[in-house]
Nanobody, 120 residues
Framework: QAQLVESGGGLVQAGDSLRLSCAASGDMKMYSMGWFRQAPGKEREFVAAVSWSAVTTYYADSVKGRFTISRAKNTVYLQMNSLKPEDTAVYYC????????????????WGQGTQVTVSS
C-alpha cells in the first residue's frame, strides 16, 4: 500500500516559481502518479500526470507550458513556473497502479496535500 507525502508548498508572488515534491513509500514501479488541486469552494481538479516510466505526461490546459511533472525513483515533482493567483489551491499527489489518468476517481492513493498561495 502506497503512502504519499507532499512538500514544497508556500506563499509566493505572481510570476514566481515553486517545486512541489511527493515522496512515496514502497515500490512505486508500475504506478502512475498525478497532481491535483482544490481551491476553496471548488471541486478537485486535475493538474498533471506521469506514467511509471515517465514517458507519458498529461497536463491540464490551464497549466500547460508553465508546469512540468517529473519523477525519479519514488519521488514525483511538480515544477510550477509563472505562477498566477488562480493557481492558489491545496495540491494533492495521487497514485494508481495503471496508466495515468486525468480523473481523480481513478486514483487509489492520496497524500495529505500542500498549500500553495499566490498573491497578486
Amino acid at each position: 500500500q502506497a503512502q504519499l507525502v507532499e512538500s514544497g508548498g508556500g506563499l509566493v508572488q505572481a510570476g514566481d516559481s515553486l517545486r512541489l515534491s511527493c515522496a512515496a513509500s514502497g515500490d512505486m514501479k508500475m504506478y502512475s502518479m498525478g497532481w491535483f488541486r482544490q481551491a476553496p469552494g471548488k471541486e478537485r481538479e486535475f493538474v498533471a500526470a506521469v506514467s511509471w516510466s515517465a514517458v507519458t505526461t498529461y497536463y491540464a490546459d490551464s497549466v500547460k507550458g508553465r508546469f512540468t511533472i517529473s519523477r525519479a525513483k519514488n519521488t514525483v515533482y511538480l515544477q510550477m513556473n509563472s505562477l498566477k493567483p488562480e493557481d492558489t489551491a491545496v495540491y494533492y499527489c495521487a497514485a494508481r497502479l495503471s496508466f495515468p489518468s486525468i480523473a481523480a476517481t481513478d486514483y487509489n492513493y492520496w497524500g495529505q496535500g500542500t498549500q500553495v498561495t499566490v498573491s497578486s
